[in-house]
């Protein structure tokens, strides 16, 4: 089945500091989707990406889809406290199977302040 | 109502015992899903609702889970003789249509089960 790789695992931060997780894929993907959780929470709707080259801002966030749509990445410019949390890149195949979606393992963001 | 709404928040249940996981979606919300977060994972996908149409179950990991949504609103996933590997939180997701897109699907707060 499809698979998600998403990488760093962990990130710890100061607070200020730039955030950047990474999601790829070995198949092209019909879009990719972002989600936070918050520690006990549970995960919320960022964004969607669905052309090859991508590129949408939400204030500080930045979400990439690479030319391939293999890969995917979100940047946080500055973060802050209240960027803590875990993002997880989540692929859905597109066609019928609306809404199943594949997550990738998540990256936890601690920022220090 | 105004999110999707998942009972009981907390469920401890005996090895063996069966266990009934309730989801409310957003009124008006077509599509139904059911994942399975296990501690330090992503969501896995379980199922999938069209109304009361099961469409895909492909992610159910055993006989024992099943879920049903008889007037295509409410629905219910039961795990029987539960087992230690099934302690998870198991999230609900609804959308308004299929194919929901650009504004994503909605979580439930989740349903943390622990079997001991």
């Known amino acids: 089945g499809q698979q998600v790789m998403q990488i760093p695992q962990y990130q710890h931060v100061q607070e200020g500091e730039d955030f950047t997780t990474y999601c790829n894929s070995s198949t092209t993907l019909s879009n990719i989707q972002w989600y936070k959780q918050r520690p006990g929470g549970h995960p919320v709707f960022l964004i969607q990406?669905?052309?090859?080259?991508e590129v949408k801002k939400q204030k500080r966030l930045t979400f990439q889809f690479g030319e391939a749509k293999k890969n995917s990445s979100l940047h946080i410019t500055a973060t802050q406290t209240t960027d803590v949390g875990t993002y997880f890149c989540a692929a859905e195949p597109g066609g019928t199977s609306y809404g199943k979606l594949t997550f990738g393992q998540g990256t936890i963001l601690t920022v220090h302040p | 109502g105004a999110g999707v709404s998942q009972s009981p928040r907390y469920k401890v249940a005996k090895r063996g015992q069966d266990v009934a996981l309730r989801c409310d979606p957003i009124?008006?919300?077509?599509?139904l899903f059911w994942y399975q977060q296990a501690l330090g994972q992503g969501p896995e996908f379980l199922t999938y609702f069209q109304n009361e149409a099961q469409l895909d179950k492909s992610g159910l990991p055993s006989d024992r889970f099943f879920a049903e949504r008889p007037e295509g609103s409410v629905s219910t996933l039961k795990i029987q003789r539960t087992q230690q590997e099934d302690s998870a939180v198991y999230l609900c997701?609804?959308?308004?249509?299929?194919?929901?897109?650009?504004?994503?699907?909605?979580f439930g707060s989740g349903t943390r089960l622990t079997v001991v």
């Open positions: 997701a609804s959308s308004l249509s299929p194919g929901q897109g650009a504004r994503g699907y909605t």
């Open positions: 009124s008006g919300h077509v599509s």
């Open positions: 990406l669905v052309k090859s080259g």
